[in-house]
């Protein structure tokens, strides 16, 4: 059986630290944007990673950040992935010595295989849909666009208005490495859903059954 990891994204509060982990997630995504409603600044961060719970992945998301800032935050989440949003070339992504993700806005012309050749050394790419500015709309897009995984080289995170309803059918379309969420498991910016949590990764996980 295959097993799809879980990222939960926009975790702003404690809380929805604990109920991540509960509900069984991978990972967990901290945005540190600040047009972002769900950026965390550095003393927030610095207490969610105090309640973050063991075997829970984090995940710095930056986007056009200078490397100080990127250096400030890992200094107080060492153990985390990086994931970058916004228009960073692959010495940019590279520079820290971090494992890191590099996500791609799945607009008309964009080929997810000539990104993976471009960002060589990123441990997965994150499909995302296309919006005017940077970092998750809550929006969709045409999944069939992602080449199949059989001429993948890389790990593919599936993002962009995943809910509990419909991840499902984007894992059966899609097969992908992960997939990430932040609006689907919500009840306001930022503000997750415990029960839509537990939802989801039921979701995930009954899909993952038949596969």
Known sequence: MMRTRIKFCGITRAVDLEAAAASGADAVGFVCYERSPRYVSLPQLRELARALPPFLQPVL??????????TAALELVPQALLQFHGDEDPEACARHGRPF?????????????????????????????????????????????LPPPSVRRKALVLAGGLTPENVGAAIGLVRPYAVDV??????????????????????????DAIQ
């Open 61 to 70: 998301l930056f986007v056009n950040a200078p490397p100080t800032q990127v």
């Open 182 to 207: 932040s609006s689907g498991i919500e009840d306001g910016p930022g503000v997750k859903s415990a029960a839509k949590m537990r939802r989801f990764v039921a979701a995930v996980r009954a899909t």
């Open 101 to 145: 993700i590099r996500a791609v806005r799945m607009r008309d012309g964009v080929d997810l295989l000539d990104c993976e050749r471009r960002y060589a050394h990123a441990c997965a790419l994150l499909a995302d849909a296309p919006t005017p500015g940077y970092g998750g709309s809550g929006a969709s897009f045409e999944w069939s666009r």
